[in-house]
């Protein structure tokens, strides 16, 4: 994806795509990497937004001037050990560059102290290691970095999408609360703990009471289990239930299936947030049977990893953190948002 189409989104739905700040610009069209060889640590292909992030990763690697014989992309399959695997052999391959999104972020610095033992550049995606681990690349000087969105920009996106409502909307039942449920990702994850954190603190920095019906339940980032969640929700707390939080896309999917399944309709008598902006969703919100998602901006992540990466071959310093903007997506912008994704 062109920046100049990012800008655009920028533009004409009146939000801040930013751009990756640090990361450099883009190889010029003389750049030549055809000999270097990338290896991609994928945590999970199953994952929808992983699907996504790799296909234009894969694209935009080629269009720098990689070689696609010379680019490997391995499916972690959500194994701590299978990755480590993947790991070793990449360096035993010599491989020239790493980008790993973490199947367990805690294990950050074990795998870049054997990556940068072996002297090849790193860079982190989607998973953010602890800023602990950052602080220790900054402070050596390391050639690594993470390239992705700040969790808790979505989850506050998510609580302003419900806020913005209003409590005389959202608040179906009258007793001046806004009772909801949570679904979250992974427990470890941390964009699965700001996410669930900050949604709620929108709530409340709006001034607005609110009053979780459950303890947050755990869906794994899967559809079947946001379904299953929230089935069982709807079955427990019945029109008590206001509002559904969903740490992404894909739970918030299988939640839908449960609602429709209870006979509420979203918009109606419950309201329902996600986030990454798959493009069922992006359909769902544009025919209100999702309150709303947040765009978790593939394009500029996997493009920045990237043009990190090619900055690192090409003998160059970058930030440790290198952050772009999620957009918050509701019905009157997802129509214009969906068509420039196309």
């Not at 990755?83 to 999104?101: E, H, K, S």
């Not at 559904?244 to 008598?269: H, S």
């Amino acid at each position: 994806m062109k920046m100049k189409k990012w800008l655009s989104i920028a533009l004409t739905a009146t939000m801040a795509v930013s751009a990756l700040g640090a990361v450099p610009a883009a190889a010029d069209d003389a750049a030549d990497y055809s000999d270097k060889k990338v290896g991609v640590c994928i945590y999970q292909f199953a994952d929808n937004f992983m699907t996504l992030f790799r296909e234009e990763l894969a694209k935009y690697l080629v269009e720098q001037g990689f070689s696609e014989d010379n680019i490997t992309i391995q499916d972690g399959k959500n194994d701590i050990n299978e990755q480590a695997n993947q790991i070793d052999a990449f360096i035993a391959d010599g491989v020239d560059a790493l980008i790993i999104n973490l199947v367990d972020p805690s294990n950050a610095p074990t795998i870049t102290d054997k990556v940068v033992e072996a002297g090849i550049p790193l860079v982190y995606i989607n998973r953010e290691p602890e800023e602990s681990e950052e602080a220790r690349w900054e402070e050596n000087g390391w050639a690594v970095t993470y390239v992705g969105c700040d969790a808790r920009q979505s989850g506050t996106y998510q609580g302003e999408i419900i806020a913005d409502l209003g409590m005389d909307t959202v608040d179906l039942n009258g007793n001046g609360k806004i009772d909801y449920v949570m679904v979250m990702g992974d427990p470890a994850n941390s964009d699965a703990q700001n996410r669930t954190e900050y949604s709620i603190k929108a709530l409340e920095d709006a001034e607005l009471e609110v009053n979780p019906l459950r303890d947050t339940q755990i869906g794994n980032w899967q559809q079947e289990e946001g379904n299953r969640i929230v089935t069982n929700d709807l079955a427990q707390f019945a029109d008590d239930l206001e509002v559904v939080f969903c740490n992404n896309d894909a739970m918030a999917l299988g939640a839908l299936e449960a609602i429709k399944a209870a006979g509420r309709t979203v918009g109606e008598d419950i309201f329902l947030v996600g986030v990454d902006a798959l493009d069922e969703a992006i359909d769902d919100v544009i025919d209100g049977t999702m309150t709303g998602t947040v765009f978790n901006n593939h394009f500029a992540q996997a493009d920045g990893a990237v043009d990190a990466a090619i900055a690192f071959l090409n003998g160059e310093e970058q930030d440790v953190q290198q952050y772009c903007d999620y957009v918050k997506l509701t019905q009157e912008n997802a129509e214009e948002i969906k068509a420039l994704l196309q």
